[in-house]
């Protein structure tokens, strides 16, 4: 898969690649994170890509331009499956999502921006609308941080152990059970029997039940 950032703070989203699980799937080859510097395909001498919003009012505004030039841009070198653009007023972005998003060959990520973008590339470049919740961040590139790990954790060959994305939260509307380590005491404090049984079934019956449980209590809407 490849996935190309569209930003004017490549370097606020370099780091995220940089760890952990996706720097080793990037390293595996499994993904491709390619950050674009919307001010290169800015036309202006200050590469300037937003301006006053017609109509008056506070904040600036992406311009369609230098978005539009980008975009066509990485076009010419490939077919993208979906240009994606983080937003508050996007849809909620949910597992489901985040799994079909995974099925992917190409995609664009294009960042949102405090004060918004051009409305025209919203209804002519961007094929969907994300947002990662109800809360407004200072800009998008967090959100399409969030978006990534999202995506690129359930890529085959990403995760170590394949079954471990297959078991998150949420993957069957249910929310994980609970897990234990080293001590088997700590405090006072205990783990459940049926952990220390070795008994696979009731394990896994156990495992089961907490995940209902836990779903009933913590995320009623799951289950509707
Ligand atoms: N940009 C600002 N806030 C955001 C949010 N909640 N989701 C996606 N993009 C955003």
Redesign the pocket.
């Known amino acids: 898969m490849r996935i190309d950032i569209i930003t004017i703070h490549p370097q606020l989203l370099e780091s995220p690649f940089q760890h952990s699980i996706l720097k080793r799937a990037i390293q595996k080859g499994v993904v491709e994170v390619n950050l674009v510097n919307l001010r290169d395909y800015s036309t202006y001498k200050q590469k300037q890509v937003d301006d006053y919003a017609f109509g008056g009012g506070a904040g600036m505004v992406l311009m369609i331009e230098p978005i539009a030039n980008c975009i066509n841009h990485l076009k010419k070198e490939r077919s993208y499956d979906e240009i994606l653009y ?3 007023d ?1 849809e909620l ?1 949910e597992q489901k999502a985040c799994n079909y998003f995974s099925t992917l060959k190409n995609i664009i990520v294009l ?2 921006h ?1 004060k918004g973008i051009d409305e025209r590339v919203r209804q002519h470049l961007i094929t969907k609308e ?11 590139e ?3 941080a ?2 990534c790990d999202g995506i690129i954790r359930l890529i085959p060959g990403v995760l170590n152990d394949e079954t471990s994305a297959l078991t998150d939260s949420f993957q069957d509307n249910l929310i994980a059970p609970p897990v234990y380590t080293r001590p088997q005491e700590y405090n006072g404090w205990g783990v459940p029997d049926v952990l220390m049984s070795g008994h696979s079934a009731n394990i896994e019956k156990w495992r089961h039940e907490q995940s209902i449980e836990r779903t009933q209590q913590r995320r009623p809407d799951l289950l509707k």
């Open positions: 983080t937003s508050p996007g972005l960042c949102g405090y994300i947002s990662i919740g109800n809360y407004v961040l200072s800009g998008g967090l959100a399409a969030v978006l």
